[in-house]
């Protein structure tokens, strides 16, 4: 069985993205409004409203805190990682529809596993959450295995109905932001999300291809 390139819809409506002026930052408010044909768009222009746009995703400020801890790297390489978080991982994909093996292979890249791991950049935990991302996705700890899966998760739900499933997109949007996939129409040139990308599909693969493979 072949992984599909196209993450399952969560909506069932076709959805347009608005480009125009689109902010230098990584992350910005994002308004949605469905159009007469049915149509979901979204913009981070506030003039959205005015067609009767809704707040879809919020960048809360930047609070001080648990943010602030030092960088800590993978260090976990025990066999039972691999499958220490089975439970959490196949419920978190149910609940967003979001495929397992992308669920796995998105951990392995970005923390190896550890739910310990702290990048340089900030980004904490299983899925290597962002303190701005995990506010936004309401993760209160995300040294937390679960609400760090459940968080990253929900990004990736998100990420997947912003960019009409498109698997690359979605992929690249977790790791430079879906700010930066909009601005560039795609993958943006940026060397370390375009290996990020590929590391995570081959992983990706590797996960769907044994889950087919162990399917009873």
Known sequence: MVPPR????????????VLS????????????????????????????????GQLYLKT?????GRENVLPFAPSDVSPERLSRYD????????????????????????SNFDPRAVSHA????????????????????????????FGGVRYLRILANLFNGDLELTIAGYNAGEGAV????????????QDYVVKVLTHYRRFAATQTTTAP
């Open 122 to 149: 900030g980004a904490q935990g299983l899925m290597q959450l962002m303190p701005e991302t995990a506010a936004r996705m309401e993760v209160r700890d995300s040294f937390d295995p679960r609400e760090n899966i």
């Open 87 to 110: 439970d959490t991982i196949r419920q978190a994909a149910t609940l967003y529809q979001i495929p397992e093996a992308l669920i796995r292979a998105v951990i392995l890249v970005e």
């Open 182 to 193: 909009l601005r560039y129409g795609g993958i943006p040139p940026y060397e370390e999300t």
């Open 21 to 52: 002026t689109w902010p230098t930052g990584v992350h910005a408010d994002i308004y949605r409004y469905v159009d007469k044909d049915g149509v979901i768009h979204f913009s981070n222009q506030p003039s959205a409203r005015a067609q009767g």
């Open 60 to 64: 809360p400020e930047k609070k001080k």
């Open 6 to 17: 196209h993450l399952p819809p969560l909506l069932p409506l076709a959805v347009a993205l």
